[in-house]
């Protein structure tokens, strides 16, 4: 077998084929047409990707996919020659305990004040899906054990007061936001689009925390 | 020929969105009043400083970056204090999209660009009133997470 072809995971043109290539990486979910009316919707080529491309995407996924396990599986293996670990299987790791840090804190700010919850319920509901895409990276393929987030056990320590409660879930989530733009230069291109995604999901909590209720 | 840059293409993507909000917020500039003024010039001067930095990127980068139209199609119409500040939540609103490919860029510097970009344009949306990212992946829409049917 070749080598993983892992230069080539990064965008050669970001194009719209190519957003959709390195989205499909990321998700295993088809690539949807963009929304009609935007600035450069001129530009889109036809959503559908050929035979060919999606045979590309699916050795790209692969690779990927082969790529993540390498630190836990490759030790028992001498005589081959080492695969470099990857870098980002540690970002990885780091964004999937943040999204469980951050489950854990909603769900303690919603038990300590309950009329938050329906406020909140939206912005832990994101959360839960980040980790949910995460762990999908982290372990892809394994579709047979429970995917539900299993937040840390450690117990946030919270403030008391509701607004000082608000408070430290709109720090949390823009720690989280600056984590993930950090991280974006040690992780491959479509997981950089992950990242930068959830960013801006978290700065738009930390914004929404921030305005009057 | 001289090779371009493969980040290129999406420098250009967020470029032509630049313009089309450099553009919409000189027209709402003219009808908000008071305070918001103030906001609004300072907001225009954000994007007219990151249309040009893009240009100069593009540019160093071996392209030639994308021109503004003569006018745009917006899409709020601006009749009102209020609809100008709807018109400036919706712009800010469609730049994620924009600046996603950016996001995925050769060079990390640019993601870091377009990272930052993304966040403080849902944060100017929701400060401007706009009704948040109804998703938790903006930039990515919801035809794009849909499931394979």
Redesign the interface.
Known sequence: MSPLPTGDLSLKTIDSQTRQRSFEQLTGVPYGMLAPGRADAGQERDPLPTSTERLRRRAVLGALAAGLPVLTSCSKDKPRPMPTPRPDVAVLTGAITTEQSLIALYGAVGTAHPALQARLAPLLSHHKQHLTVLQRHYRPGTTTGSPSPTPSPVAPTLPSGQSRALAALRTAELQAAAARTRDLAAVPAGLAQLFASISTCEAAHAALLGAPA | MTPVN??V??LQ?AL??E??AVYGYGLLGARVQGGQQVAVANVWNVHKARRDRLAQLITGLGGRPVAAQPA??L?VQVTSPGTAVQLAAALEG?L???????????D?SL??L???A??????R???WGGH??D??????????????S
Do not use: N
């Open positions: 493969r980040d293409p999406a993507a032509a969105v313009h089309a745009y199609k899409p469609s994620p999209e924009a600046y996603m490919g950016l996001a995925g860029a050769a990390p993601r870091r377009a990272a930052q993304m966040q403080d344009a849902v944060t949306q929701i400060r948040p990212p998703t938790a992946f903006p930039g990515l829409t919801a035809a794009e997470l849909a499931p394979r």
